[in-house]
């Protein structure tokens, strides 16, 4: 009901401007045939850069042209990197905002498999190659990346008519929602996967709550103690660790020392393993008798020698940035760490420490608190898919009395790499009548005939959008 009536105040204001003869944008429009590559071409502003060979599909790399400003669109341009997974032009579409940078490699998130559809892949703005230079940095938020969005589903619709429905994990859940809230129309359903959604940055209690309960009593003792002796022993495992991101040649000038990075990584070690791993793993955390060569690997494994050094962090500036002035952050109770610690944690472990100081950054309390109130008294065919062990999840989205058509699930005993598929069988299979209906490819107000060829099974495509996501969550 709501959408209806966005689309009729839409016209009603249209009508006026149409009868004053102002220009109102046109749809950009796409030769009617030909082959698909070149019909992607012709789009004004859309350049094809490469294709790639993908088992069942066409797959394009394409850069589009977008305005730093989208709000004053004569400052300026840049090229947005972005993928095409073409299945079908009478088969629904999936729109994935990664959050992150571009996976070049073809692959398949779980939506576009469950219906059969295309996959439009974008790289977020700011991140390499796709930022202005020189860089703006008050650009680079929620809002001007959901035009990004917008601008890219209005020039592609033209050739790809069908549903569209948008998705992405973690900070790529929580990019398809903002695009939600700002282009509610755009697409027919969301599958926000492991989206947190920090509404107020400086109540962090629900973070020490999730340690204090996740897993057993064991796992989480066992986990506290290793995390300790990681700092009992920092006389001997700091210098190794400032040794070795020295002999690869990393830096540490953004953090602003080896110490701080060393501190760093290990106030994410426990967060790192919940992450990533799995009850299952606890049998495998060092006990205090444990070698310095255990540690030391059990560190890298869960947090990464190199996380903090200026080498790994330059790729992931715009990420920290947004969470410094919008997305928020997460703080937690680390007083069994109490005596052993360098730095005062809530200066430590916060955005402004990975984020150059030539970047200016200012925090807007309001950005958070738009985006769930639309949550809860606006949004749509929203599904978020959440893990049960994931900390991520520890702040998430939460539905009101306002929320239409709208769902949350939590995948029993998964943590950041929850997906449909996870959940149980009931709710799996309502998510998943949820996303087919929506697509229009199942149900009474389906749209589209079911496909003449049969779909592609879980295969190739969906390995590498795993291994993808991994990487990007």
Request: glycine share 8%.
């Amino acid at each position: 009901m709501r959408t209806t009536l966005r689309r009729l105040l839409t016209a009603a204001l249209l009508i006026p401007l149409l009868a004053l003869g102002l220009a109102v944008p046109a749809l950009a429009q796409a030769p009617a045939d030909g082959d698909i590559r070149d019909r992607l071409a012709a789009i004004p502003g859309m350049t094809v850069t490469e294709e790639k060979p993908a088992p069942g599909y066409r797959y394009f790399l394409l850069t589009y042209t977008q305005p730093v400003d989208h709000r004053r669109p004569w400052l300026g341009t840049f090229q947005q990197r972005l993928s095409v997974l073409h299945r079908g032009e009478d088969r629904p579409t999936v729109l994935y905002t990664n959050g992150y940078t571009l996976g070049t490699t073809p692959s398949r998130t779980e939506p576009t498999r469950l219906v059969d559809g295309n996959q439009v892949s974008i790289e977020y703005r700011y991140f390499t190659p796709s930022r202005p230079e020189p860089a703006d940095w008050s650009k680079a938020g929620i809002e001007q990346a959901a035009a990004d969005t917008h601008a890219i589903i209005t020039a592609l619709k033209p050739l790809y008519g069908q549903k569209w429905i948008s998705t992405g994990a973690s900070k790529g859940g929580m990019s398809s929602v903002y695009h939600r809230r700002f282009y509610p129309d755009d697409v027919a359903g969301t599958v926000a996967y492991v989206a947190p959604n920090d509404v107020d940055d400086r109540e962090d209690s629900a973070y020490s709550r999730f340690f204090d309960h996740v897993g057993t009593a064991q796992c989480r003792s066992a986990l506290d103690a290793a995390q300790r002796e990681l700092l009992v022993r920092r006389a001997t495992l700091e210098p190794r660790y400032a040794a070795d991101n020295a002999a690869a040649g990393n830096t540490f000038t953004t953090v602003g020392s080896a110490d701080r990075g060393y501190e760093l990584g290990v106030l994410d070690v426990v967060w790192g393993f919940w992450q990533y791993s799995t009850e299952a793993d606890c049998a495998a955390v060092p006990p205090v008798t444990a070698t310095d060569d255990q540690l030391y690997g059990w560190l890298d494994t869960h947090s990464g020698i190199d996380s903090s050094s200026d080498q790994s962090l330059a790729a992931y500036t715009p990420y920290y940035y947004q969470a410094g002035t919008q997305l928020g952050s997460p703080n937690f109770d680390v007083s069994h760490l109490k005596g052993l610690l360098h730095y005062s944690t809530k200066e430590l472990y916060a955005p402004r420490t990975y984020v150059p100081r030539s970047i200016p950054m200012r925090f807007d309390p309001s950005a958070m608190r738009d985006i769930d109130g639309w949550v809860r008294h606006s949004a749509e065919r929203i599904l978020f898919v959440y893990g049960q062990n994931d900390p991520w999840g520890a702040e998430r989205f939460t539905l009101g009395r306002g929320s239409e058509d709208s769902y949350v699930y939590t995948a029993p005993g998964a943590n950041h790499g929850a997906k449909i598929a996870a959940l149980s069988a009931d709710q799996s299979a309502a998510a998943t009548a949820a996303l087919l209906r929506w697509a229009g490819v199942a149900g009474p107000d389906a749209r589209t005939t079911a496909p003449a060829r049969p779909a592609l099974p879980f295969g190739e495509l969906d390995r590498a959008g795993l291994l993808l996501e991994r990487h990007r969550l």
